[in-house]
C-alpha cells in the first residue's frame, strides 16, 4: 500500500545548529505535505505544509523543500532551541480515500 | 473562534465492552478526521465525516464507526473492544474534504482496555 518513510527515528542537535528531517512518499497523486510537531502528552500542531505547485516554504525559523520527482520532502529547522524539542510527524495525502499517510516521527532533542 | 475539543480525556473499559468518543470541530469547519495513535507511532487513519456522512475510510474493521452532527460535531464507536484498541484518540477538524486541507487536532482521548 502507500506510504510514507520517516528519517531518521531520532536527531540529537545541539542548540543554535540545524536539524533536518527526511520523508519520501509513494503515492505519485500526493500533492499535499503537511509537517507536525508533538510535544509529548499533547496534540500534533500543524508547523509548515507544502503543496505540489511550489518547491520551497518557508516561516521564520523553519523551511521545507519539497521534489517531486523523487518523490521526498523536508524539514529544516535553523538555530534550534530547547522548544523545538518534539516528535515531528511528516505526512502526505493520498487522493484516493481522502486521508493522510504520516510517517513514523523523528525524535528531535535539543542539546543544551 | 473555538479550537477542537474532545471528551472524554481519559477512559477505561474492559474488553468487549463498547464505548463512544466525541469531537467539536473547529468554528467554520464542516470535515472531521478520526485517527488512532498507538504509543510511539504516527497516527492512522480511521475515516473521515463530511456534512455527515462517511467520506473515507482507512484499514479499520466495521466495529470502528461514527456520525457527524448538523453542527459538524462528530463521534466514534467502537464496539467489542479489544485490548489492542487501547491508544490516543484523535479527531481533526478541516475546512474542506479530502487529505488537502489543513487539519487541526483536538487534545485526544486516551483509551485503555483492560
Known amino acids: 500500500g502507500e506510504n510514507v518513510e520517516q528519517h531518521p527515528s531520532t536527531l540529537s542537535v545541539q542548540e543554535g545548529d540545524s536539524a533536518v528531517i527526511k520523508c519520501t512518499y509513494s503515492?505519485?497523486?500526493?500533492?499535499?505535505f503537511p509537517w507536525y510537531k508533538q510535544e509529548l502528552g499533547k496534540r500534533p500542531q500543524l508547523i509548515i505544509d507544502?503543496?505540489?505547485n511550489v518547491g520551497e516554504k518557508k516561516d521564520q525559523r523553519i523551511a521545507v523543500t519539497l521534489n517531486k520527482t523523487a518523490k521526498h520532502f523536508s524539514l529544516h529547522i535553523t538555530e534550534t532551541q530547547p522548544e523545538d524539542s518534539a516528535v515531528y510527524f511528516c505526512?502526505?495525502?493520498?487522493?484516493?480515500?481522502?486521508?493522510?499517510?504520516w510517517g513514523a516521527g523523528t525524535k528531535l532533542i535539543i542539546k543544551p | 473562534e473555538t479550537g477542537v475539543t474532545q471528551s472524554p480525556t481519559h477512559l477505561i473499559k474492559t474488553r468487549g465492552q463498547q464505548v463512544t468518543l466525541r469531537c467539536s470541530s473547529q468554528?467554520?469547519?464542516?470535515?472531521v478526521s478520526w485517527y488512532q495513535q498507538a504509543l510511539g507511532q504516527g497516527p492512522q487513519f480511521i475515516f473521515q465525516?463530511?456534512?455527515?456522512?462517511?467520506?473515507g475510510r482507512g484499514n479499520f474493521p466495521p466495529r470502528f464507526s461514527g456520525l457527524q452532527f448538523p453542527n459538524y460535531s462528530s463521534e466514534l464507536n467502537v464496539n467489542a473492544l479489544e485490548l489492542d484498541d487501547s491508544a490516543l484518540y484523535l479527531c481533526?477538524?478541516?475546512?474542506?474534504?479530502?487529505?488537502?486541507?489543513?487539519?487541526?487536532f483536538g487534545p485526544g482521548t486516551r483509551l485503555t482496555v483492560t
Open positions: 481533526a477538524s478541516s475546512p474542506g474534504w479530502g487529505g488537502e486541507n489543513e487539519q487541526y
Open positions: 468554528s467554520g469547519h464542516n470535515t
Open positions: 465525516y463530511y456534512r455527515e456522512e462517511e467520506n
Open positions: 503515492d505519485s497523486a500526493s500533492n499535499y
Open positions: 507544502i503543496r505540489s
Open positions: 505526512a502526505s495525502n493520498m487522493d484516493s480515500n481522502y486521508q493522510l499517510i
